[in-house]
Nanobody, 129 residues
Framework: QVHLVESGGGLVQPGGSLRLSCAASGFTLDYYAIGWFRQAPGKEREGVSCISRSPGSTYYADYADSVKGRFTISRDNAKNTVYLQMNSLKPEDTAVYYC???????????????????WGQGTQVTVSS
């Protein structure tokens, strides 16, 4: 059975850091571009970052303007896991964060949610003092 499981969310003070993980089971992430999305209460789901397939160590990453310079996406194909390192967190980063897998080589932050084949259940990130 195919699953994507996010973890690493929690409560953090403004300026703090969290690292989210997206672990796959039942399929190999190597063949998928992976996106991170977030949805705050009353708002639409928005793309945060994505990472292309990465044969070897070469990959392409894309970021929403709101997180550029603060968030870093990476993948460890050996662990079948994608990470989102989030630094300098702001209250406006508060949301449920989801990862999703797209059977594609490339990725773009503007790729619609409907293009993604598999989704995780989400992990809550709350940035508050």
């Amino acid at each position: 059975q195919v699953h994507l499981v996010e973890s690493g969310g929690g409560l953090v003070q403004p300026g703090g850091s969290l690292r989210l993980s997206c672990a796959a089971s039942g399929f190999t992430l190597d063949y998928y571009a992976i996106g991170w999305f977030r949805q705050a209460p009353g708002k639409e789901r928005e793309g945060v970052s994505c990472i292309s397939r990465s044969p070897g160590s070469t990959y392409y990453a894309d970021y929403a303007d709101s997180v550029k310079g603060r968030f870093t996406i990476s993948r460890d194909n050996a662990k079948n896991t994608v990470y989102l390192q989030m630094n300098s967190l702001k209250p406006e980063d508060t949301a449920v964060y989801y990862c999703a897998a797209d059977l594609a080589w490339a990725c773009s932050i503007s790729t619609p949610t409907g293009a993604y084949d598999y989704w995780g259940q989400g992990t809550q990130v709350t940035v508050s003092s």
